[in-house]
Every structure is written in C-alpha cells, then in structure tokens.
C-alpha cells in the first residue's frame, strides 16, 4: 500500500483502462456524483469506465445517470471513490473484485486496502478531489461531469452550510455552474418537500420533548403515525437532524418504530457530546457526533429507558 | 436622478463624508450585512459612518454590530442599500433625511429616487455590490466587513440554494471566509432553532392551505398566534419560504398580520412565475421569485383577496 500524490492518482488514471469504480453501501449524492463524474470523464478520454452500486439508485439522483449506460469489458483498474472502510463496500459491489488499485477519499479515518491511495482530509468532498484530477488531466467539463462534481460538493456540505465547507469549495462550485443545471439539483437535493414529508415533519415536531434542562430532544415515529400519513422511508430522510438543531440542545434523539416490537434509534450531538459512546450502552455505535442502536420494547419503555441514559449521560 | 457606473458609484463614496447609510424596514441579513460593511469600510477609509436601522436589530444579527458604536456627526451623504421602494424606508431611518445622494441596490425593479443609482439586478445580494466596490476602493477586508458581506450573500441566497446565485456569489463568499467567522453565520442563519421558532413553523403549517389545483400555498401568522406563542419578528424570519417549498407549488403565500388591521404579504414563486408583477397588483414589488405587499383588511378578506389573484394570475 503506497500513500501518493495528487499527480500520480492523475498519472495512474492516465496510464490505465477498463476501470470499475466503486461507491459505498447506502450511497450518497458524494459517491454517487464522485463516482458517475470520474467515469464520464474517464470515457471522454476514450477510455472505458463502469460505476458500481450497491443496490438501487437512490430515484432522486437518477439525473446523474441519464446519459450513462453500462459499458461491456472486464474490469483492470479498480477504484473505491468515497469508500471510507472495507465494511462499507456491498457484496454486489465487490462482485469479482479482489482487490482495489487506487482508493480515492476524503475521510481522514479510511481503512480501505488499496495498492495505492489518495486521501485528502481537507476535501470537503470526495467531489473536490476528483474536480482536481480532471483539471490535471485536461478535461473539459460537460453537463454529467459538472452535475456529478456540484452534487456531491453540494450535498457533502449540505449547499455550503456545514463546517467542512472551504473557499475551495466555492470556488470549484464556481466552476461547474455554468456547465450544469445546479438550479434543479438544488431544487431536488435542499428545497423541495413533499406533502407526505411536511405531514412528517409535523408530525414529528407534535412528538418533541426536552429533557435534561433542554440538552436532550427526544422524538418518535410509531407504525401507526406512519401508516395513517402513507409514508415510508423517503420522508424518513434528515428526520434525524430535527432534534439536534433546536437552540440549547447538545443531543438529539430519534426513535423509529419498526416491526417486530423494536425501535431504531438515531442520536445526533452537539458541543462534543459522544453520540457513539452514548448508542454502544445498547449495543449500537457510530461516529462521535452521529450514531445508533435499536432497542426492543414498546414506545414509553424505550423511550424511558433512552430518557433516563440521556439525563444520566449530560450530567 | 442619474445611472451610474459601479466606477462612478466607488468615486462618488471616495470624494464624500459623514455618510448616513439606510437600510429597509424589517431588515434582513442583505441591508444589514451590506450596510454594516459599507460602513466599516468607509471608516477604515477615515471617513464617518452610520447605519440607520428602522427599529430594534433583529437579535440574530447582533453579531454584525459587536465592533460598531453610533458616530456623532452631521450625515452630508445619504445612501440608501438593498431598498427596493420609498415605502420600504421607515420613518425613523428618513428622519432629516430630504434626499438620497446615492442609491445601491441589486433589486431590478428599484424605484427609490436618488441623484445616483446604481441597480446591479444580476447581484444576488446588495453586499456582492458592496464586495466590488470595496474592491474598487482598495479596502482589504477584516472580520467586521467580511463577516457582514458573508451575511448579506448568504442570507439572501438561503446559503447558495436560491436561483439568484452565481459563480461570483460563490467567488465572494471564497475571498470573505478567511476573514470572518463564517461556521458561526451559518449556525445562527441556518442550522440553530429557537423553540420559539419551531412552535412558529408548526402553527404556521397548521393554517396551510392549497389552490388553484396545488399551484398555489397560503399560510398566514396572526397578531393573536404571535401573542400567544409569544413570538417576534425574530421568529418570522423565513416562513416565507415555507409554502413555495412543497412538491408542486408554484407561488407561495405568506401573510403576516401586523398592527394597525395591515397584512403583510411575502410571495415566494417557482418555475418563473413573476411574484413581482404579481404584488404589483397591490402596490408592492420586489424580484421576479421574492417580493411582497401590504394589504390592509381582516384575515378573511385579505386572503380571499390574495387566493382570487394568485388563481387569476395562475391560470
């Protein structure tokens, strides 16, 4: 395993061909439009290149691939894009792959095994680093190249808000603009709600409780508020976030209820807070400010049970 | 009353002093941030500078003013920023004012009367005319001017996401971020609720209502609901967006009842509908996909007035 520059990933991608590039498990509007803008520019230098995923496309980034069709080739130059551990490549994806040439990341925590890797933790994106490798090999962008790269600048950083955002993201934002139709990816990733999605998130603002002093959020979705709004894992999406985001609150917790009698539980912090540490008294884990566990028992059990843990945990 | 350069427009504020800058009532980020740095930027050139603000400074925006103290002189040039009309000037802003010098503004449908206009409509803010003047002016930013040009811009772009942005929106915000604490603006503008905002946002989904086949969302706040919630203007701040954002609207509606039997009216588009030429209906103006309108009458009888107009103007 070799740790290399910027010019030599550049020189690597020049050098070679018939690559297979892979994303992570549940991707991402990063790995995806990494993925997808590394292969479209691959082809435009008349190279063949197919982007792995595993399962479906996520449909509100099926704009990503609508001039892309599979190419047929055997596979001689593996790259993971945006894969920050081994555990996060699918099955499917890693489908007679044995192992990966040139590991592409901005999580200064990769594990990925790979001959040779490039990770830059100061990248906002793993958007960001692809963006410089087209430059270093001269190609121009085009519609699939600049959507792919303003997508997943845009939402690693949730359009320019989070703390990871650098004025290089802006400037290579700047960049792409003009080539692709950043108003409707915009529209798709950050404005539009669904009706189902606002129904939810009143729904889940009605359910809000505060606890330890008002450091502790607590919300919950049950089957049956589910099942009278019609909604399914769609309108689930950032619903997470909700908690943590109100003023004074350093943990937000979002309790989902599944079948079987078991809740999924999803703790986001502030302020330092371990949300991992939190989540692995009930045998979950995560990042420090992200994580989960799933708990059984019914809603004001779990809940109390979480309740108590959180009250126990911001003393 | 004469168009001038932006040029023109650096000249005119190199040869003048004791500047008296006015802001819009209900001012927002873009007038504050805008008119904020201006003045900085003039007192870092020597001269005097203050900022009339109609009212109490919203709250959040305290952090724009933590290096300002009011300067005792006589204004001898007035200039008016991000002022898109005469009514938007407050009473208290005009006091012994009988003239503006020079008005700057990136609103396209500006009807201020001023000796100097300048009106830049592709400016997504008012402060990306201040960044280029201050340009022009060879001031070098420090925390107090950047951080007032980071507000103007991202406030009035909902952090990059609106249609108004541009390459050199995101080129500002670029050459502003190292001087200011841009993570800070983000989490007061973007990411923090307060609770009282949050009981806000869900009263005001309460009241939501669909016409003209979906096309059209109203929602509205009353003086009673502010009253019993015990919400301020600080906690209206953005609702506007709120009905635009649902899946299939084009014109969203948001009328805010204010003393005196007077609606305030905040009509958001999409897809092009002009909401401009829609609150002209009424008196009022603003962009082509923001603008708004007073409308004095009860609750019921503005908003019949607003529903029958948005279905006409829809169809």
């Known amino acids: 395993m070799r740790e290399i520059t910027l010019n030599e990933a550049a020189s690597l991608l020049a050098e070679h061909d018939n690559f297979k590039i892979l994303t992570h498990s549940y991707p991402d509007g990063d790995c995806l439009g990494s993925g997808y803008a590394l292969a479209f520019a691959l082809r435009r230098l008349g190279k063949k290149a197919n982007v792995a995923v595993d399962g479906k496309l996520p449909s509100k980034f099926t704009y990503l691939v609508k001039n ?108 792409v603009m003009p080539y692709c139709d950043w108003r409707e990816i915009n529209n798709i990733n950050f404005v539009i709600k669904t009706r189902a999605k606002v129904k939810m998130e009143r729904m889940i603002y009605k359910t809000m409780e505060f606890y330890a002093g008002g450091k502790c959020a607590v919300v919950y979705t049950t089957l049956a508020m589910c099942e009278a709004l019609g909604t399914g894992d769609d309108e689930m999406e950032g619903l997470a976030n909700i908690p943590r985001r109100i003023e004074g609150v350093k943990m937000g917790i979002t309790m989902r209820e599944k079948e079987g009698g078991v809740f999924k539980v999803s703790v986001r912090t502030n302020d330092g807070i371990d949300a991992s540490a939190f989540c692995q008294q009930f045998g979950g884990g995560g990042h420090p400010a992200a994580a989960g566990c799933s708990i059984e028992g019914d809603l004001g059990t779990v809940k109390k049970l979480l309740i108590d843990a959180a009250e126990e945990f911001l003393r």
């Open 68 to 175: 892309y069709e599979e190419q047929d080739f055997v596979p001689q130059y593996i790259i993971s894009v945006d894969v920050a551990a081994p555990t996060l490549l699918g099955d499917s994806v890693m489908d007679g792959v044995d192992h990966i040439d040139l590991c592409i990341d901005h999580h200064g925590t990769n594990s990925i095994e790979a001959d040779n890797r490039y990770v830059d933790s100061t990248a906002a994106a793993a958007a960001e680093i692809i963006w410089q490798l087209l430059q270093l090999l001269h190609v121009e962008p085009d519609e699939d190249i600049a959507g792919g790269i303003y997508t997943g600048i845009s939402t690693d950083t949730g359009c320019f808000v989070y703390t990871n955002t650098t004025p290089r993201t802006h400037h290579i934002a700047a960049s």
